[in-house]
């Protein structure tokens, strides 16, 4: 199986610096890079977005408003179904916490492309690897270990 070419990247001034000399251009790297950059790109939007929300005033009842109220309230698990509850009422530290769960998820999807896109390449011993670091990535992030 073919790997599909990745979208045309535009090179800055300085981008043929940061590869080193006789690494060639694989699409690979071009489609993983464009995982890393759109996923902080989107947490970071998600973290901007709560904050600016925050710093409007823009609290639903309930929600703290003060640092010591904001610390004492956050003494409890946080999961994706209270972010995603959170984030429909409109709560600004429930967007926040979509961001940097978004941020957490941006290297994980990268592995999981990575065994993608070897698994496309029949590169077998390098997609046992990476299914490795995933599922050890993944048991991390259920907290299992901890």
Excluded: C, K, N, Y
């Excluded at 703290?64 to 946080?78: D, F, S």
């Excluded at 961001?99 to 011993?125: H, K, Y």
């Amino acid at each position: 199986m073919r790997l599909p070419d990745a979208p045309p990247v535009v090179e800055s001034a300085g981008s043929a610096a940061q590869r080193p000399p006789g690494v060639p251009d694989h699409p690979m790297h071009r489609w993983i890079g464009l995982v890393l950059r759109g996923g902080v790109t989107v947490a970071g939007a998600l973290v901007l977005l709560g904050l600016t929300m925050a710093l409007g005033g823009q609290w639903p009842g309930g929600e703290v408003q003060t640092v010591a109220g904001l610390i004492a309230a956050e003494r409890h698990v946080i999961s994706p179904a209270a972010i995603a509850a959170g984030v429909a009422e409109g709560r600004p530290t429930a967007i926040v916490r979509l961001g940097v769960l978004a941020l957490i998820l941006t290297p994980i999807s990268r592995v999981a492309m990575t065994v993608v896109l070897f698994a496309a390449q029949r590169d077998w011993f390098f997609v046992a690897i990476a299914l490795v670091v995933l599922t050890v990535l993944g048991l991390g992030l259920l907290g299992f270990g901890a």
